[in-house]
């Protein structure tokens, strides 16, 4: 069983697009969600936590559905630099799995010019 | 950003070598974790120590053997590993103990290649 799914992609896109990744988790149980970024043969680094009531960062808007079990990123007038790998994250659920990260596979954007 | 740190950043041994992995965080933190990334599959955590005692083991092969010093360091320990060992090695810290949901900090990583 993947606690964490996501599409591999990759997405390529132009400059000034709109893009949007989605994920979904197996534990209902979940407690917090992030999105992180791992540029090419770096380490991952948070972008964004995400909340129920959806929450903003410039271009980046996440959101998360409890009821489904989905949570999305959508990048806005996308740059060259926001070509990476975009990493969804899950935390356990309770006790000493509460802060344990579960990560999908990431999904790679190319943004292109 | 030198806020973790890892050495060496690539290293290629045989599968009768004996090395070792080094993690150093230079932020406070209370936890470590070492996790290995392999291509085309998700980040895996290996280990996790808060306040330098080791708390989990995620299944790990005994060929793996870490380390805490104290809670600044963290080794990882490598003897007679397998060509499928070959894959990236993060170590991440994190402010508060594992049991809380917190941001982690990764280093850049040991790239290994075991021939």
């Known amino acids: 069983r993947k606690e964490v799914e996501q599409d591999p992609g990759p997405f390529n896109v132009p400059e000034g697009a709109t893009v949007a990744f989605n994920c979904t988790y197996s534990n209902s149980a979940s407690q917090s969600f992030f999105w992180y970024r791992q540029d090419c043969r770096k380490e991952p680094k948070l972008l964004m936590s995400v909340y129920s009531s959806g929450n903003e960062d410039g271009r980046f808007t996440a959101q998360l559905n409890r009821a489904s079990q989905y949570i999305s990123l959508l990048i806005r007038d996308s740059k060259l630099s926001d070509s990476a790998t975009y990493l969804c994250v899950v935390t356990g659920d309770r006790g000493s799995t509460l802060g344990r990260l579960y990560f999908g596979r990431g999904t790679q954007l190319t943004v292109w010019p | 950003e030198t806020g973790v740190t890892q050495t060496p950043r690539h290293l290629v041994m045989g599968m009768t070598n004996k090395k070792s992995l080094k993690c150093e965080q230079h932020?406070?933190?209370?936890?470590m974790y070492w996790y290995k990334q392999s291509a085309k599959k998700p980040l895996e955590l290996m280990f996790v120590?808060?306040?330098?005692?080791?708390?989990e083991n995620n299944s790990v092969p005994s060929r793996f053997s870490p380390e805490c010093p104290n809670s600044s360091h963290l080794f990882l320990h490598l003897h007679t590993l397998q060509p499928e060992d070959s894959a990236l090695y993060l170590c991440?810290?994190?402010?508060?103990?594992?049991?809380?949901?917190?941001?982690?900090?990764f280093g850049p990583g040991t790239r290994l290649t075991v021939l």
């Open positions: 991440a810290s994190s402010q508060a103990p594992a049991e809380v949901a917190d941001t982690q900090y």
């Open positions: 120590y808060n306040f330098k005692e080791q708390t």
């Open positions: 932020l406070g933190h209370n936890a």
